[in-house]
Nanobody, 126 residues
Protein backbone atom coordinates (compact mmCIF):
# COMPACT_ATOMS: atom_id res chain seq x y z
CA UNK A 1 0.00 0.00 0.00
CA UNK A 2 1.47 3.29 -1.10
CA UNK A 3 1.31 6.20 1.29
CA UNK A 4 2.32 9.80 0.83
CA UNK A 5 2.62 12.50 3.47
CA UNK A 6 3.86 16.07 3.29
CA UNK A 7 5.13 18.24 6.09
CA UNK A 8 7.09 21.40 6.68
CA UNK A 9 4.64 24.11 5.75
CA UNK A 10 4.06 27.20 7.84
CA UNK A 11 4.23 30.95 8.02
CA UNK A 12 7.35 32.62 6.64
CA UNK A 13 8.28 36.23 5.97
CA UNK A 14 8.97 37.50 2.46
CA UNK A 15 12.53 36.71 1.48
CA UNK A 16 12.64 33.72 3.78
CA UNK A 17 13.19 30.05 3.10
CA UNK A 18 11.33 26.86 3.84
CA UNK A 19 11.90 23.19 3.14
CA UNK A 20 9.00 20.85 2.59
CA UNK A 21 9.22 17.09 3.02
CA UNK A 22 7.34 14.32 1.25
CA UNK A 23 7.64 10.85 2.74
CA UNK A 24 6.65 8.00 0.46
CA UNK A 25 6.24 4.37 1.41
CA UNK A 26 5.04 1.24 -0.35
CA UNK A 27 7.23 0.93 -3.44
CA UNK A 28 9.18 -2.28 -2.82
CA UNK A 29 11.46 -1.79 -5.83
CA UNK A 30 12.39 1.74 -4.88
CA UNK A 31 11.46 2.91 -8.34
CA UNK A 32 9.05 5.80 -8.22
CA UNK A 33 8.63 9.41 -9.14
CA UNK A 34 7.51 12.29 -6.95
CA UNK A 35 6.08 15.59 -8.04
CA UNK A 36 5.46 18.77 -6.10
CA UNK A 37 2.43 20.90 -6.86
CA UNK A 38 0.89 24.00 -5.41
CA UNK A 39 -2.56 25.50 -5.47
CA UNK A 40 -3.16 29.12 -4.59
CA UNK A 41 -6.61 30.20 -3.40
CA UNK A 42 -9.03 30.40 -6.29
CA UNK A 43 -6.54 29.01 -8.79
CA UNK A 44 -5.85 25.67 -10.40
CA UNK A 45 -3.03 23.42 -9.19
CA UNK A 46 0.33 24.06 -10.79
CA UNK A 47 3.22 21.64 -11.13
CA UNK A 48 6.45 22.87 -9.60
CA UNK A 49 8.96 20.11 -10.05
CA UNK A 50 9.45 16.36 -10.10
CA UNK A 51 12.12 13.79 -9.49
CA UNK A 52 12.79 10.19 -10.45
CA UNK A 53 13.75 8.94 -7.01
CA UNK A 54 15.82 5.96 -8.12
CA UNK A 55 17.90 7.86 -10.71
CA UNK A 56 17.78 11.30 -9.18
CA UNK A 57 16.87 13.00 -12.44
CA UNK A 58 14.75 16.09 -12.00
CA UNK A 59 12.53 18.36 -13.99
CA UNK A 60 11.23 21.85 -13.25
CA UNK A 61 8.14 23.49 -14.66
CA UNK A 62 8.57 26.82 -16.38
CA UNK A 63 7.12 28.93 -13.59
CA UNK A 64 7.98 31.84 -11.28
CA UNK A 65 9.31 29.29 -8.80
CA UNK A 66 11.99 28.04 -11.15
CA UNK A 67 15.44 29.01 -9.99
CA UNK A 68 14.31 29.56 -6.41
CA UNK A 69 13.02 26.08 -5.60
CA UNK A 70 15.11 22.91 -5.56
CA UNK A 71 13.87 19.33 -5.43
CA UNK A 72 16.08 16.59 -4.05
CA UNK A 73 15.73 13.25 -2.32
CA UNK A 74 17.14 11.14 0.47
CA UNK A 75 16.59 7.55 -0.56
CA UNK A 76 17.52 6.18 2.84
CA UNK A 77 14.69 8.20 4.39
CA UNK A 78 12.23 7.65 1.52
CA UNK A 79 11.84 11.39 1.49
CA UNK A 80 11.74 13.99 -1.26
CA UNK A 81 12.34 17.60 -0.30
CA UNK A 82 11.41 20.91 -1.83
CA UNK A 83 13.81 23.65 -0.78
CA UNK A 84 12.19 27.04 -1.32
CA UNK A 85 14.25 30.21 -1.19
CA UNK A 86 13.50 33.91 -1.49
CA UNK A 87 9.82 33.35 -0.91
CA UNK A 88 7.30 36.03 -1.76
CA UNK A 89 3.61 36.57 -1.15
CA UNK A 90 2.75 34.99 -4.50
CA UNK A 91 4.19 31.68 -3.24
CA UNK A 92 1.39 31.39 -0.71
CA UNK A 93 -0.44 28.16 -1.53
CA UNK A 94 -1.30 24.65 -0.49
CA UNK A 95 1.68 22.52 -1.46
CA UNK A 96 1.13 18.86 -2.26
CA UNK A 97 3.27 15.99 -3.37
CA UNK A 98 2.24 13.02 -5.45
CA UNK A 99 3.82 9.76 -6.50
CA UNK A 100 3.62 6.79 -8.85
CA UNK A 101 5.78 3.93 -10.04
CA UNK A 102 8.55 5.15 -12.35
CA UNK A 103 11.36 3.09 -13.82
CA UNK A 104 14.96 4.08 -13.25
CA UNK A 105 15.59 5.53 -16.71
CA UNK A 106 12.27 7.24 -17.26
CA UNK A 107 11.66 10.96 -17.05
CA UNK A 108 9.20 12.26 -14.49
CA UNK A 109 8.12 15.04 -16.81
CA UNK A 110 4.45 14.90 -17.71
CA UNK A 111 3.59 11.76 -15.80
CA UNK A 112 0.18 11.26 -14.23
CA UNK A 113 0.33 10.52 -10.53
CA UNK A 114 -1.61 7.82 -8.74
CA UNK A 115 -1.19 8.77 -5.10
CA UNK A 116 -1.48 12.17 -3.48
CA UNK A 117 -0.79 13.58 -0.06
CA UNK A 118 -3.10 15.88 1.87
CA UNK A 119 -1.00 18.95 1.34
CA UNK A 120 0.79 21.39 3.59
CA UNK A 121 -0.01 25.09 3.73
CA UNK A 122 2.69 27.66 3.04
CA UNK A 123 1.85 31.25 3.87
CA UNK A 124 4.26 34.06 3.02
CA UNK A 125 3.40 37.22 4.89
CA UNK A 126 5.01 40.00 6.87
Amino acid sequence: QVQVAESGGGLVQPGGSLTLSCVVSGFASGEYGVGWFRQAPGKEPKRISCINVSSGSTNYADSPARGRFTIYRDRAKNTVYLQMNNLNVADTALYSCATRFLRYGDSCRGIVYDYWGQGTQVTVSS
